[in-house]
């Protein structure tokens, strides 16, 4: 497996034909989800990622499949130009604040827990 830096904090692993988008340090972010009153580990990433994918890339959903924990987001499937677009919603959500918010407020509740 190859992994590709340019998507840090977000760690983008390239399979046999499989690929995988990994997050485990959440702490960057932790005030924005507290402020909204969610935890913001794995879970709550989930819930980010699926809102970012519904808001900004609906095409995206039916390519990525996700298995979060609590101390650890994953997405992965077999499409790597749909990890990579889901890479970029997600640093785009990570540099601005605003951004980030607005999935959070706007993600699935059953998924941020």
Excluded: C
Aim: hydrophobic share 45%.
């Amino acid at each position: 497996m190859a992994e590709k830096d340019e998507f840090a904090p977000l760690r983008f692993l390239d399979g046999d034909g499989s690929y995988s988008l990994m997050l485990t340090e959440f702490s960057p972010w932790a005030a924005t989800f507290e402020e909204l009153e969610w935890d913001g580990g794995g879970y709550s990433w989930h819930g980010v990622a699926d809102a970012l994918v519904r808001l900004k890339a609906p095409k995206l959903k039916k390519k990525i499949k996700y298995d979060p924990e609590g101390s650890m987001f994953v997405a992965f499937g077999p499409d790597r130009d749909a990890l990579v677009q889901l890479a970029r919603l997600m640093l785009e959500a990570m540099a601005d604040p605003a951004v980030l918010r607005e999935a959070i407020e706007k993600a699935n509740p059953r998924l941020m827990d």
